[in-house]
């Protein structure tokens, strides 16, 4: 229909179901983060028993920007544990407790939450558009395709993020806030 835009909505969920989010509207941005710290959780959340990996073999971990006034908790919330690298640090990662699977990367201060990209279906998730912190990529890694691969969060990314966050009003909901979150 002329002038009219399709609602755009995926669903991201934990490997056994428990745990599921709907995102709604189009995303920030589909990206794959190479920093230290996505490295080195992503590591520790592969040595769980059973768990999903959320590291590429090249270092690189691919999630999807949503806006967090566009998330929905479906189920499983309760089944969720927020880890921390440090006790102090503003990144929390969600992790379903029934299988392992960490689910999203939440910057506390942030208007955002990071998808990991291996929980939404296939034929949902889009392919990345960027890589950002590739100065942090592993030894040897090279990139063969026409994919943007920044050193750091390059202005492309944060522009993205500004524009969303002036979209949303300048606010920061916290994920306990967001619709169907039941703790």
């Not at 479906?74 to 690298?85: E, F, N, P």
């Not at 689910?103 to 034929?123: C, D, M, N, P």
């Not at 492309?156 to 993020?161: S, V």
Request: aromatic share 8%; with cysteine; net charge positive.
């Amino acid at each position: 229909m002329a002038g009219t835009q399709e609602k755009e909505t995926r669903i991201a969920s934990c490997p056994c179901g428990a745990v599921t989010l709907e995102l709604a509207g189009k995303p920030i941005v589909a990206a794959t983060c190479y920093c230290q710290s996505c490295q080195q959780a992503g590591q520790a959340f592969g040595a769980l028993p059973g768990a999903p990996g959320v590291v590429d073999a090249d270092g690189g971990t691919p999630y999807l920007l949503v806006r967090k006034d566009r998330i929905a908790w479906i189920s499983g919330t309760g089944q969720l544990d927020a880890h921390r690298l440090k006790a102090d640090s503003p990144t929390r990662r969600f992790v379903a407790r029934c299988c392992n699977a960490p689910i999203a990367l939440e910057f506390t201060k942030g208007h955002w939450l990071s998808v990991y990209a291996g929980r939404i279906a296939g034929e949902e998730r889009p392919p990345p558009a960027m890589r950002t912190m590739t100065k942090d990529r592993p030894d040897g890694v090279e990139f063969t395709d026409a994919i943007p691969s920044y050193a750091t969060h390059s202005g492309k990314f944060m522009w993205k993020l500004l524009s969303a966050w002036a979209a949303m009003g300048f606010r920061a909901p916290p994920v306990e806030k967001t619709r169907g979150w039941v703790r």
